[in-house]
């Protein structure tokens, strides 16, 4: 199946910051790439996406960008404040697309 | 609309029981996932299903056994609890396949 790494583990950066997740992934049919955010105790919720017809997306503070040939992608939070702190998770559709592969999170830490 | 809600929020087995998780949702979603998360390893499908009356197996199925008699209900359940089932574990569902998909509140379970 997909084979999805996140990187970094836990990211800790100082209020105003930005701060960068990558994500790569080994199936180069792959088509759909969701960020979702997890905060403590909290459901995840989807905060972006990107679909593989484009190579950046923006919302407000939050991007994603996307290489396919390299098979990565990142989540970029710029101006951080303290209520970004989360857990983010990266996907990845498998074959089939009818199931998703999720990294293994990423915890940031934003400090005021 | 409630979105995905899951049935009970926590639960304490003994080992060899069994119990029945219920996740509903009112958006008349066709696709619906089953997940387990464990600190440091993401969320990590068990069972999904892409239609009433369908389920397949995802990464990690061993276990547990799925039902999809409704569209807008999924049950999963555990035969014989191990300790090694002890998780959180949440449903989530989607329109189509490679589309946002919305997670339920999560199911709390110990197994002693």
């Known amino acids: 199946g997909e084979n999805v790494e996140q990187h970094p583990s836990t990211l800790s950066v100082q209020e105003g910051d930005s701060a960068v997740i990558k994500c790569t992934y080994s199936d180069s049919a792959s088509n759909y790439f969701p960020w979702y955010k997890q905060e403590l105790g909290k459901r995840p919720q989807l905060i972006i996406d990107i679909r593989s017809n484009v190579g950046e997306k923006k919302d407000q503070r939050i991007a994603v960008t996307l290489n396919k040939t390299a098979k990565h992608f990142s989540l970029h939070i710029t101006e951080t404040q303290p209520e970004d702190s989360a857990v983010y998770f990266c996907a990845a559709p498998g074959v089939n697309f009818n199931k998703f592969y999720f990294g293994s999170g990423t915890k940031l830490n934003v400090k005021p | 609309n409630a979105g995905v809600t899951q049935t009970p929020k926590f639960r304490v087995l003994k080992t060899g029981q069994s119990m029945t998780l219920l996740c509903a949702q009112d958006m008349n979603h066709e696709y619906m996932y089953w997940y387990r998360q464990d600190p440091g390893m993401g969320l990590r499908l068990i069972h999904y299903s892409v239609g009433e009356g369908t389920t397949a197996k995802g990464e990690v199925p061993d276990g547990y056994n799925v039902s999809r008699l409704k569209k807008q209900n999924f049950l999963l359940g555990l035969e014989s609890a191990a300790p090694s089932q002890t998780s959180v574990y949440f449903c989530?569902?989607?329109?189509?396949?490679?589309?946002?998909?919305?997670f339920g509140p999560g199911t709390r379970l110990t197994v002693l």
């Open positions: 989530a569902s989607s329109y189509i396949s490679g589309n946002e998909q919305f």
